[in-house]
């Protein structure tokens, strides 16, 4: 079945250190992806998404590439910064099902 | 501009009380989701609505009922709680009709079961 992996957290990073967060996903035929938000007490906010392969989806400084040879979308920020601590999920949907399937989120912590 | 509006924000019931969790949503969205996050597993489907007037049993439909009103309502009902259905509950509505398209989240609901 269809299904998403991300590393597990927490990850806790220096102020403008350099971020990767890793998501793979195993799924049939093309779905989109997507990375949420979740900030301290709120819900799951878009972060950013791609719908076909070798798309980039950016947003806020974070960018993260469709690679279907390697079914991935890993999240990267050049730059982080303290209000960037928050919990990310990686996500997908498949076809005209609008049901998405989340990882199980990475909690980030930037310290200052 | 609401978006999706939950309430209560917070509860706190006891073994076997019932209460029903309210979702609003005003962007014309067809579809609404249930959901519980618990630490470390992420967020789990516990209902799915593709329209007014249906609704599909998720990942963890075990203790819950729901209810689609209309179509900017779904709520979801504990008829006797317990205290593994203490959790973080999201609504989220999308539209269907546009396969690209995200899931908006309301804010969640906080319940605790004494």
């Known amino acids: 079945g269809n299904s998403v992996t991300q590393m597990e957290g927490p990850v806790t990073l220096s102020e403008e250190a350099f971020l990767t967060i890793n998501c793979t996903y195993t799924?049939?035929?093309?779905?989109?992806l997507f990375w949420y938000v979740q900030y301290p007490g709120e819900g799951l906010q878009l972060l950013l998404k791609?719908?076909?392969?070798?798309d980039k989806g950016s947003n806020k400084g974070f960018e993260a590439t469709y690679r279907k040879e390697t079914t991935s979308f890993h999240l990267e920020k050049g730059s982080v910064q303290v209000s960037d601590s928050a919990v990310y999920f990686c996500?997908?949907?498949?076809?005209?099902?609008?049901?998405?399937?989340f990882g199980k989120g990475t909690r980030l912590h930037i310290l200052p | 501009n609401a978006g999706v509006t939950q309430t209560p924000k917070f509860q706190v019931l006891k073994t076997g009380q019932s209460m029903t969790l309210q979702c609003a949503q005003d962007?014309?969205?067809?579809?609404m989701y249930w959901y519980r996050q618990d630490p470390g597993m992420g967020l789990r489907l516990i209902y799915y609505?593709?329209?007014?007037?249906?609704?599909d049993k998720g990942e963890v439909p075990n203790g819950y009922n729901v209810s689609r009103l209309n179509k900017r309502e779904f709520s979801l009902r504990l008829e006797s709680a317990a205290p593994s259905q203490t959790s973080v509950y999201f609504c989220?509505?999308?539209?269907?009709?546009?396969?690209?398209?995200?899931?908006?989240f309301g804010d969640g609901t906080r319940l605790s079961i004494l």
């Open positions: 989220a509505s999308s539209n269907r009709d546009s396969p690209n398209q995200p899931q908006h």
């Open positions: 799924a049939t035929g093309y779905p989109s």
């Open positions: 791609a719908t076909k392969a070798d």
């Open positions: 996500a997908l949907r498949w076809g005209r099902d609008d049901k998405i399937i």
């Open positions: 962007m014309n969205h067809n579809s």
């Open positions: 609505s593709a329209s007014e007037g249906t609704t």
